[in-house]
């Protein structure tokens, strides 16, 4: 009997898990999956966490129970170190790791596009940590509004940064919280009051939508009273204000919660595996999503740099880095059965966000889809998407009950209003 080649699969998001099905039951192979968390996490409803809709169990699985029965996969909960793709090795602090085939599906962490001292004046919203902060912020801020109403109006104000999906849909379910959800819940204040700006630096919201879509987008959301402020640069951040580059001239706005959506860039083990980066550190990948020295080295992903049939990046997007997993394991198998690689080609079924209830845009196989039916489409895909029956039934439910009675039943504060303050 042949002696099993190990892959190392590097990270449980989209691509490392898709990459692990398609190789899970391969007898040839021993399989080891590390994360630095134990679950796989369902991106796309992050911003669920952070309104108050969902809770973190909703949207994250442990990556073991995907893979309980599964004998040739290990699971290992640790952070990588290092790599040295000389000696196929996969450094864990002093543990070592050999590969046949290592996969690296990293994904990404919040970029301020140079400008990092930002990061300590903002919110990000890449994991359950960063949502959950801001949920808890945006819940206390309306406490202590309630506590002192005369300084509801600096406390209820929040800003976001950024206009693409994450920022578009961020915007509207914090517009539905204060407007609609916990409007009744305060005597003091009115929380249908809080103002709610999002900020984008190109012309349109959604840039890479089609712009019939951007358009309805942007009208939608000032219907549900967010302040949209297009081709507006960020020129600066610090605590509590922002400088913005406008059409008009250079201006000041106050927030006392500032959510960064503007953008990502790989995350630092990159700088140490190869020079060869674009400028969001992302790793240059040829054809076969490996590289060109070390075929061996698979990369996927946030991480990735592919360029796509048309020369043009593909962007950092789930459906991307799950496709790539699929076909790096595909890769994999067909070498180990003495086939040529076949190169990797993106099939783009379209792009969807949501902006509140019963509002959302989507392009699907070329059709274009708004208001309602969007936001069917968006139930739909997302609930297929999700990992895990049990997932999939309780974001059902909750959806449905939310729906049916316009509640978010996540709005619990674990922590002292005092712990808040000292974090400020």
């Keep these: 009997m042949k002696e099993k080649k190990t892959v190392i699969v590097a990270g449980a998001g989209f691509g490392g898990l898709q990459a692990v099905k398609a190789l899970m039951r391969d007898d040839r192979l021993e399989i080891i999956w590390i994360d630095r968390t134990n679950h796989h996490l369902f991106q796309p409803l992050l911003y669920q966490i952070a309104s108050a809709v969902l809770s973190p169990a909703d949207i994250a699985i442990p990556a073991r129970s995907l893979t309980r029965n599964i004998k040739n996969v290990t699971v290992i909960m640790d952070e990588i170190t ?66 002192d109403p005369s300084v509801a109006a600096e406390l209820m104000n929040y800003v976001i940064v950024g206009g693409g999906p994450t920022g578009v849909e961020l915007a509207g379910s914090i517009a539905e919280l204060s407007r609609r959800i916990i409007k009744n819940d305060f005597r003091n204040i009115d929380t249908s009051k809080a103002k709610i700006t999002l900020i984008e630096a190109g012309p349109d919201l959604l840039p890479s939508f089609d712009r019939t879509l951007s358009v309805y987008t ?80 698979f990369v996927i992903g946030d991480m990735a740099a592919f360029k796509n049939s048309d020369e043009k990046f593909l962007p950092g997007v789930s459906a991307v880095a799950m496709q790539q997993g699929r076909h790096v394991a595909r890769t994999i198998r067909r070498e180990l059965s003495g086939k040529k ?63 049916l009675t316009f509640g978010a039943g996540v709005r619990v504060i674990t922590d002292p209003i005092n712990d808040y303050e000292k974090d400020e």
Excluded at 373 to 397: C, E, M, P, R
Aim: proline share 1%; hydrophobic share 40%.
């Design 341 to 403: 690689r076949e190169p990797f080609s993106y099939v783009d079924k379209g792009n969807m966000a949501t902006i509140g209830r019963k509002d959302a845009v989507a392009e699907l196989f070329g059709f274009k889809l708004k208001g309602f039916i969007g936001w069917l489409a968006w139930l739909g895909v997302h609930l297929f998407y999700q990992v895990g029956f049990k997932n999939k039934l309780d974001i059902l439910l909750t959806w449905i009950w939310s729906y």
């Design 218 to 297: 942007k009208e939608a959301l000032l219907k549900r009273g967010v302040n949209v402020m297009l081709n507006t640069r960020v020129k600066d951040i610090s605590k509590h204000k922002l400088t913005l580059k406008t059409l008009e001239g250079d201006k000041e706005i106050s927030a006392n919660i500032i959510i960064w959506a503007a953008g990502v860039e790989a995350v630092p083990i990159t700088t140490e595996i190869t020079n060869n980066l674009d400028r969001q550190k992302r790793i240059l990948v040829n054809q076969f999503c490996s590289l060109g020295e070390h075929p061996e080295v």
């Design 82 to 147: 290092g790599i040295d793709k000389e000696k196929k090795e996969v450094k864990l602090g002093e543990r070592i790791l050999k590969y046949d085939f290592l996969i690296l599906a990293l994904g990404a962490k919040t970029g301020y596009f140079g400008k990092n001292e930002w990061q300590k004046f903002t919110s990000g919203l890449k994991n359950l940590n960063d949502a959950l902060q801001i949920r808890r912020r945006l819940l206390i801020s309306f406490e202590e509004a309630e506590n």
